[in-house]
């Protein structure tokens, strides 16, 4: 595994819980069932909007920078690597919430998609982010 996500508090954090791995199945008689095949959750999702951060260090009274993000997503070879999540990422979140948002322990995150950058005046950007959960092996 790879690095850790840089640790730049994000402006809004968006959570899909995973779901418990499962198919349906229908019947030639239209008789519908459904199969379990684990008992723990997988395919989490975290969306990340960084709003008004710096391009680069150069305007250092804002907190993180987008080339950080993005210095991020190559070492990780893109979409390919995992990598952990730092606690700042939840910074101001009920425990209880955040507990569940963190739990299983051994949950690794990677990209689902390349950042998205978008410029709002020269030299500072908003980043969206959109990760994924998965487990790390049994």
Do not use: C
């Not at 008992?39 to 080339?67: C, H, M, P, V």
């Amino acid at each position: 595994m790879a690095s850790r996500f840089p640790a730049i508090r994000p402006t809004t954090r968006t959570f899909t819980m995973g779901d418990y791995p499962s198919k349906t199945y229908t019947s030639l008689s239209g008789v519908i069932f459904k199969r379990a095949f684990g008992n723990r959750q997988t395919g989490y999702t975290l969306d990340l909007t960084f709003r008004n951060i710096g391009d680069t260090s150069e305007l250092r009274e804002l907190s993180g920078n987008a080339k950080q993000i993005i210095d991020h997503y190559n070492s990780v070879d893109g979409t390919y690597d995992k990598f952990t999540l730092p606690d700042r990422m939840f910074a101001g979140m009920d425990l209880d919430l955040e507990s569940l948002i963190q739990a299983p322990t051994d949950i690794s995150w990677r990209y689902a998609a390349p950042p998205q950058v978008q410029s709002v005046k020269a030299g500072v950007s908003t980043v969206t982010v959109r990760l994924i959960g998965e487990l790390d092996g049994l």
